[in-house]
């Protein structure tokens, strides 16, 4: 009996409540709100007992219902100049009564140059509710549908201190609650219009240029151009200075890494005088400042961290040049590793770089507060594209950390790739720079090369066997150009192992045979042109001493097979020592 009782209970509570719902989402918002006591109301907005009563009767065109309709309004009347009726936006409960009146149009005259200076305002973003509650049909954003009584208007920074100016709503017994300016941001306006407000050059311009023109105003469009050019005038002076420098720098390092900071440098410059422009000699709107802080954060974070690179890359190009000089295998193999670690090294340095750069530039631009849920929202559509898009960056950048820390390879490593003997000259993030014998350079993508087969010369040592055959004829002499071969090989300096050196017959037919010779080099290149020097002298001795044993094919004439046993007269034919010419066949 008693669980059908709470059954039936169960049942009671959720047909009411599927009645009651339509009915409250229809009930009015003013309704809602004043219906659910004290505690609630305290959530929607702050109580007070007076606003703005130094002020006169608010102006119907003053609208603060909504964050959204107050700003607009706000702005509205800025533009019409009637900064007394903009002053109602402002709480000014921290002045006095008859302070109120005098300072009110005033300080509204000041934020409006704040905002249209300070950051670039977009009333569209602000709620239209008037709880300014979050609408967020994801459903992701935490607060999503909950009211609030205070938002952030805009944060700007003044001598490293960050200033709010925020929107706050307020009530005064019975009356509509007002989204108004808070006290402490009204406060704080005389400090940000001494940072953000005109600036002196401003004073000299005329007023008919004053006027808007799109999202500018004229004489920003005049302004910004010039700004432009003279900015990249003194990046042109300084990129030239940079590079007359390296000329005058003695050869070596200095030299090189002035050379190789021209283009940062000149860019670094131009953003701190662009800076120093905007802070003390001219200010443009919002919309223009905003983009030309972010080229200029984007510009010194670019330039410093090249300048540090091309630091960490001189400094390896001085400990390269000093500890392992020519980039080969004849180098011992504990300085190759340490260049191949270096290099590795320089890599990681790169990516923390990069990373630590992006990660300063998106802090700077506040996108992590802006664009956060966004990027949060779209985060598995991105990571596909970046997959699809950068799958053979991504598998390059990735065989380049694995080449580096398994080391199949090292810096001046001689490898047979693809039929050829290269030397590994460098290997970067994407590529890995070969040096073939020729002085050709092959830039081999990391995933490629990895995934073909090479033949490392050096992997224990650079020592290699070399074969020199020769054809001789069948009555050469082999102990006698075995002994020659032994001489030469000796006299040879990269010829190493002497108890190694053979010289053998591997393989004869009826006329001649082949003489093999085998010698161990100090290293591949060296063993090619020992083995080349060695052929030329036993070819020279036997030119010399016995041309009779070159190969050479035997015609025999004769009307006996000696094969068959058959003997030939020994008496000279008839027409032997007669001008008689031979018989034909």
């Known amino acids: 009996m008693k669980a059908n009782g709470t059954w039936l209970l169960s049942l009671v509570l959720a047909v009411a409540f599927l009645f009651a719902g339509p009915a409250l989402a229809q009930m009015p918002q003013g309704e809602g709100e004043r219906g659910n006591g004290d505690e609630s109301e305290e959530r929607l907005w702050f109580p007070v007992d007076s606003l703005n009563a130094g002020l006169d009767e608010?102006?119907?065109?003053?609208?603060?219902?909504?964050?959204?309709?107050?700003?607009?309004?706000?702005?509205?009347?800025?533009?019409?100049?009637?900064?007394?009726?903009?002053?109602?936006?402002?709480?000014?409960?921290?002045?006095d009564e008859a302070e109120q009146r005098e300072q009110g149009a005033w300080l509204a005259r000041q934020l409006a140059e704040v905002l249209k200076r300070g950051e670039w305002l977009d009333t569209s973003n602000l709620s239209g509710r008037q709880d300014a509650a979050i609408e967020d049909p994801s459903g992701q954003h935490p607060r999503a549908g909950e009211p609030r009584r205070d938002i952030e208007l805009a944060s700007l920074t003044v001598d490293g201190e960050a200033y709010d100016i925020r929107l706050a709503r307020y009530r005064v017994d019975d009356e509509d609650p007002a989204w108004l300016v808070t006290p402490d941001s009204v406060s704080s306006i005389p400090l940000l219009y001494e940072a953000y407000?005109?600036?002196?050059?401003?004073?000299?311009?005329?007023?008919?240029?004053?006027?808007?023109?799109?999202?500018?105003?004229?004489?920003?469009?005049?302004?910004?151009?010039?700004?432009?050019?003279?900015?990249?005038?003194?990046?042109?002076?300084?990129?030239?200075?940079?590079?007359?420098?390296?000329h005058w720098f003695p050869n070596g390092v200095p030299s090189i890494f002035a050379g190789r900071i021209q283009m940062p440098m000149a860019l670094l410059i131009m953003a701190f005088v662009a800076?120093?422009?905007?802070?003390?000699?001219?200010?443009?709107?919002?919309?223009?400042?905003?983009?030309?802080?972010?080229?200029?954060?984007?510009?010194?974070?670019?330039?410093?961290?090249?300048?540090?690179?091309?630091?960490?890359?001189?400094?390896?190009?001085?400990?390269?040049?000093?500890?392992?000089?020519?980039?080969?295998?004849?180098?011992p193999r504990d300085e190759r590793k340490l260049l191949t670690t270096l290099y590795a090294l320089r890599r990681v340095i790169i990516l923390v770089t990069v990373i630590a750069v992006s990660v300063y530039v998106l802090s700077q631009i506040q996108l992590f507060e802006t664009l956060g849920l966004s990027l949060l929202a779209s985060a598995s559509v991105l990571a596909v594209l970046v997959g699809i898009a950068g799958q053979a960056v991504l598998g390059n950048i990735l065989s380049s950390?694995?080449?580096?820390?398994?080391?199949?390879?090292?810096?001046?490593?001689?490898?047979?790739?693809?039929?050829?003997?290269?030397?590994?000259?460098?290997?970067?993030?994407?590529?890995?720079?070969?040096?073939?014998?020729?002085?050709?350079?092959?830039?081999?993508?990391?995933?490629?090369?990895?995934?073909?087969?090479?033949?490392?010369?050096?992997?224990?040592?650079?020592?290699?066997?070399?074969?020199?055959?020769?054809?001789?004829?069948?009555?050469?002499?082999?102990?006698?150009?075995?002994?020659?071969?032994?001489?030469?090989?000796?006299?040879?300096?990269?010829?190493?192992?002497?108890?190694?050196l053979c010289c053998y017959v591997t393989s004869q037919t009826e006329t001649a045979q082949t003489v093999s010779c085998y010698l161990m080099a100090s290293d591949p290149f060296a063993g090619w042109v020992a083995e080349m020097n060695i052929r030329e002298r036993l070819m020279a001795f036997i030119r010399d001493e016995h041309p009779e044993w070159w190969p050479r094919d035997v015609v025999v004439l004769s009307q006996y097979d000696i094969a068959k046993g058959g003997r030939q007269d020994a008496r000279p034919p008839a027409w032997a020592g007669s001008d008689e010419k031979p018989p034909s066949p």
């Open 197 to 246: 407000g005109p600036s002196l050059l401003e004073e000299y311009i005329p007023e008919r240029l004053k006027t808007s023109l799109g999202r500018l105003e004229a004489w920003e469009w005049i302004a910004i151009p010039v700004f432009l050019l003279l900015t990249g005038l003194v990046g042109w002076g300084v990129y030239a200075l940079v590079g007359l420098l390296a």
């Open 401 to 500: 950390f694995q080449l580096s820390l398994a080391k199949p390879i090292r810096i001046g490593d001689l490898v047979m790739f693809e039929g050829q003997w290269c030397y590994v000259e460098g290997i970067f993030y994407t590529f890995i720079r070969l040096r073939a014998w020729d002085e050709r350079r092959l830039i081999v993508p990391v995933t490629y090369f990895v995934s073909r087969p090479f033949e490392n010369l050096s992997v224990t040592s650079a020592k290699m066997y070399r074969t020199l055959e020769m054809k001789l004829h069948v009555s050469a002499d082999i102990a006698l150009i075995r002994e020659k071969f032994l001489a030469f090989a000796k006299e040879e300096d990269n010829v190493v192992e002497h108890h190694k």
């Open 58 to 95: 608010v102006p119907e065109e003053v609208k603060r219902r909504t964050p959204r309709d107050a700003i607009r309004s706000f702005l509205a009347l800025v533009e019409e100049e009637a900064f007394s009726a903009a002053a109602h936006f402002l709480n000014l409960s921290d002045l």
């Open 275 to 331: 800076q120093a422009l905007l802070d003390y000699v001219v200010s443009f709107t919002a919309v223009a400042t905003t983009f030309i802080r972010v080229l200029l954060i984007i510009l010194i974070a670019w330039g410093v961290g090249t300048i540090a690179l091309r630091l960490v890359d001189t400094i390896l190009l001085k400990v390269t040049r000093r500890m392992v000089g020519e980039i080969d295998d004849t180098k």
